[in-house]
């Protein structure tokens, strides 16, 4: 088992940055892939940034690439999601998630990811 827990999302006017951390704890070992997601009211879950939780390999979702960054602390069992110029659109609930047997083929796939957070709401707006 694999608990996630989020933090770091807020109110933040476009153009703005926010930085999300993930605390996992338990079996963290098992974890293949970590990663981010999001969903906005009405849409469906849509991939934002995964990690090699070993490796450390990242990987994005075109629509953020060069303004978020994905980021892990090993000792801390934590994943980070740094997030610059952020946009309107962009306003969902962010969700944190561990694959213990996702393959890097399936890493975008939600499905492919068996233990989630909560989420942490994130808001951009004026």
């Known amino acids: 088992q694999v608990q996630l827990v989020e933090s770091g999302g807020g109110l933040v006017q476009p153009g703005g940055s926010l930085r999300l951390s993930c605390a996992a704890s338990?079996?963290?070992?098992?974890?293949?892939?970590m990663g981010w997601f999001r969903q906005a009211p009405g849409k469906e879950r849509e991939y934002v940034a995964t990690?090699?939780?070993?490796?450390?390999?990242?990987y994005y979702a075109d629509s953020v690439k060069g303004r978020f960054t994905i980021s892990r602390d090993n000792a801390k069992s934590t994943i980070y999601l740094q997030m610059n110029t952020l946009k309107p659109e962009e306003t969902a609930v962010y969700f944190c998630?561990?694959?213990?047997?996702?393959?890097?083929?399936?890493?975008?796939?939600?499905?492919?990811?068996?233990?989630w957070g909560q989420g942490t709401q994130v808001t951009v707006s004026s």
């Open positions: 338990g079996s963290t070992g098992s974890a293949r892939f």
């Open positions: 990690i090699r939780w070993r490796g450390g390999n990242t």
């Open positions: 998630a561990a694959g213990t047997n996702t393959i890097l083929s399936e890493a975008s796939n939600p499905r492919a990811y068996n233990y």
